[in-house]
């Protein structure tokens, strides 16, 4: 059985860091492009950042460009996504999705609320 | 930059077939495929039509897809209608090497 279980979330001050980190399994995790997409409480969906099998190609929304880093542990099958200067507007619920550019599996999430 | 409207809301009753559009901006579909996710209320997202018109496994016959180059529109389409498949959906494409979503679209089936 497929799962993504997402880690890390909590609340923060504006300016903070955090860490965030997907757990995989149920399949070859090394064989899929890999993604983070949020939603801020009542708002619809925003994708923030892909990488490859390989950690080769990596894209970020312009809205995180800069502050977020994507990266992946292939042998401990997980995802990772390290929040730095945190701002009010990145509260949201994180998600782990796998597959790009097609994605068909997302997993429940970890909550972010920035706010002093 | 790419940009993708959705109605923000829709209702049918159950029994019914309801297509959701999903209109495109500043881009094209002819290049890009469409994804639409389901979200049903405090859930996760779930993949429900994927590469334009593909179904995952699981996922009922009852949802279909189409792409409509002419007017650069993408329909989803869900025929009788479950109270179950009330949700918000979304539809997804690409915009260079950013993914776009359109706003969503929320199914009320009463």
């Known amino acids: 059985e497929v799962q993504l279980v997402e880690s890390g979330g909590g609340l923060v001050k504006p300016g903070d860091s955090l860490r965030l980190s997907c757990a995989a399994s149920g399949f070859t995790f090394s064989s899929y492009s890999m993604n983070w997409v949020r939603q801020a409480p009542g708002k619809g969906l925003e994708w923030v950042s892909s990488i490859s099998t390989k950690s080769t190609y990596i894209h970020y929304a312009d809205s995180v460009q800069g502050r977020f880093t994507i990266s992946r542990d292939n042998a401990k099958n997980s995802l990772h996504l390290l929040m730095n200067s945190l701002r009010a507007e990145d509260t949201a619920m994180y998600y782990c999705t796998r597959g790009a550019p097609t994605t068909d599996f997302w997993g429940q999430g970890t909550l972010v609320t920035v706010s002093s | 930059n790419f940009l993708l409207t959705q109605p923000h809301s829709v209702s049918e009753s159950p029994g019914k077939t309801i297509s959701i559009s999903c209109t495109g901006s500043?881009?094209?579909?002819?290049?890009?495929?469409v994804q639409w996710y389901q979200q049903r209320p405090g859930s996760a997202p779930t993949t429900v039509i994927y590469e334009n018109d593909q179904r995952p496994s699981g996922v009922p016959d009852r949802f279909s897809a189409s792409i409509d180059s002419s007017s650069n529109s993408a329909s989803l389409t869900i025929s009788g209608l479950q109270t179950e498949d009330e949700a918000d959906y979304y539809c997804?494409?690409?915009?260079?090497?950013?993914?776009?979503f359109g706003g969503g679209t929320r199914l009320t089936v009463l």
């Open positions: 997804q494409s690409y915009d260079r090497n950013n993914w776009v």
């Open positions: 500043g881009g094209s579909f002819a290049s890009n495929y």
